[in-house]
């Protein structure tokens, strides 16, 4: 069965911080890894995609790399501000009709 | 970013009543899904719809559910006789390219 873990699943950070979250897949038949974040109560809001071709991502202060050979993938963020503080869900598409298989989610405070 | 927009934002229903949850995908965008989210729990995968009708659908999607695109646009999600254990966020989404787009979600709480 497929399975999406990350972790850790809180993290609490003082602003200005570098950090980096982990997620790991068992299915090798990926097509691509989305990472999203959801706010309390809120909906997900995608913020980078990476292709099975591809190593790495970036967008603004975030860097997502993905290893096929090992099942990883990590999110960077660079010096962490408060408005960063969400839940950070990774979730990997298959081929085909790409059905997203999510994590449980990194749980991030960043205190000022 | 595209907008993918949810009504209502917030249903309360008595178990084994039906309830429609719908969704305004982004046009041009055919590819359609659904997920729910049980409290404090993973982002489930529940159905996947292109080219008018169901391409993937979860074990969780059994015959109590059904979608459909009524008049072209709109993408629902119909659950029959809800259930207790129904009460989560049910969130579209829709693609064009690789990225999935997620709506605001419903909430549905089942009494």
């Known amino acids: 069965k497929q399975e999406v873990t990350q972790i850790p699943a809180a993290l609490s950070v003082p602003e200005g911080e570098n950090l980096v979250l982990n997620c790991s897949f068992t299915?090798?038949?990926?097509?691509?890894l989305q990472w999203f974040r959801q706010d309390p109560g809120k909906g997900l809001t995608s913020l980078l995609l990476?292709?099975?071709?591809?190593r790495e991502q970036t967008s603004g202060r975030l860097n997502a790399s993905l290893d096929k050979s090992s099942g990883r993938s990590t999110l960077y963020i660079a010096a962490s501000q408060p408005g960063d503080s969400a839940t950070y869900l990774c979730a990997q598409g298959n081929t085909g009709f790409q059905k997203l298989v999510f994590g449980t989610g990194t749980r991030l405070l960043v205190s000022p | 970013e595209p907008e993918v927009t949810q009504t209502p934002s917030h249903q309360v229903t008595q178990m084994g009543q039906e309830v429609i949850l719908r969704c305004v995908p982004i046009s041009n965008h055919l590819y359609f899904y659904w997920y729910r989210q049980i409290l404090g729990q993973k982002v489930e995968f529940l159905v996947s719809f292109y080219n008018n009708e169901i391409s993937e659908k979860s074990e969780i999607f059994d015959d109590q559910f059904s979608v459909e695109r009524p008049d072209g646009s709109n993408f629902t999600l119909k659950i029959r006789s809800t259930k207790l254990e129904d009460s989560a966020m049910y969130f579209c989404a829709n693609r064009a390219g690789p990225t999935q787009y997620f709506g605001p979600g419903t909430r549905l709480t089942v009494l």
């Open positions: 299915d090798s038949a990926i097509y691509n």
């Open positions: 990476i292709q099975s071709s591809q």
